[in-house]
Nanobody, 125 residues
Framework: QVPLVESGGGEVQAGGSLRLSCTAS????????MAWFRQAPGKEREFIAG????????YYTDSVKGRFTCTRDNAQNTVYLQMNSLKSEDTGLYSC??????????????????WGQGNQVTVSS
């Protein structure tokens, strides 16, 4: 088991910023690829951003490129999602997730074994 605890969500006006954090309660955090997924109202959950276990590569869905940054601190067992220039369409439930598959699977939701509780982000226009 890899318990994941998220923090940092909330409500912000369009154009504002938020930073989400996700902390794992495991000393093996550094072996996991980490990702953020978002479920907007009435939509399926989708991949937003991911980072490989060694921090060598990050991946983003097109709609957030240039605005969101995913980083991790393996010493703190924490992954972050810095969200800038937020838009109303960024509203949703954000969840972090961990998998131990290769980088090719980082965008594939079904490969993630461990999930955070979800954190609501609401962007008002």
């Amino acid at each position: 088991q890899v318990p994941l605890v998220e923090s940092g969500g909330g409500e912000v006006q369009a154009g504002g910023s938020l930073r989400l954090s996700c902390t794992a309660s495991t000393h093996r955090f550094r072996i996991y690829n980490m990702a953020w997924f978002r479920q907007a109202p009435g939509k399926e959950r989708e991949f937003i951003a991911g980072i490989t276990w060694n921090e060598d590569n990050t991946y983003y869905t097109d709609s957030v490129k240039g605005r969101f940054t995913c980083t991790r601190d393996n010493a703190q067992n924490t992954v972050y999602l810095q969200m800038n220039s937020l838009k109303s369409e960024d509203t949703g439930l954000y969840s972090c997730a961990a998998n131990s598959r290769g980088w090719r699977w980082i965008k594939v939701q079904a490969t993630y074994n461990y999930w955070g509780q979800g954190n609501q982000v609401t962007v008002s226009s």
